[in-house]
């Protein structure tokens, strides 16, 4: 549904929160990190919707929420090398 706003979405209130990934329940073993981004005007608070993405969670692979409101993006210091042993994700596929 497509609703229309006078509001031109001229300014914007961006949230990152970075978290580490652990392999364990302690979360000791850190073996990836993460950055969850939500965006929204910051005139009328209207949510911005992420274009592309698949929905769901992976650490090796962007993602969004099931509603497209905020992305996952898994991220890693620059040149080092990645290991997301004992990580899992889903995916959520909309049949039609």
Not at 21 to 26: G, I
Not at 32 to 41: E, H, L, N, Q, T
Not at 52 to 71: F, I, K, N, R, W
Request: aromatic share 6%; charged share 20%; hydrophobic share 40%.
């Amino acid at each position: 549904m497509t609703t229309i706003t006078s509001c031109t979405h001229q300014n914007f209130h961006a949230n990152v929160a970075v978290g580490r990934l652990a392999a364990d329940e302690a979360g000791e073993k850190i073996v990836g990190f993460s950055a969850d981004i939500r965006v929204s005007c910051a005139d009328c608070g209207k949510p911005f919707e992420w274009v592309g993405l698949p929905m769901g969670y992976s650490p090796l692979q962007p993602m969004c929420s099931v509603d497209a409101t905020e992305a996952r993006m898994p991220l890693k210091p620059q040149g080092e090398a990645m290991n997301c042993e004992g990580l899992s994700g889903f995916s959520i596929r909309i049949v039609e």
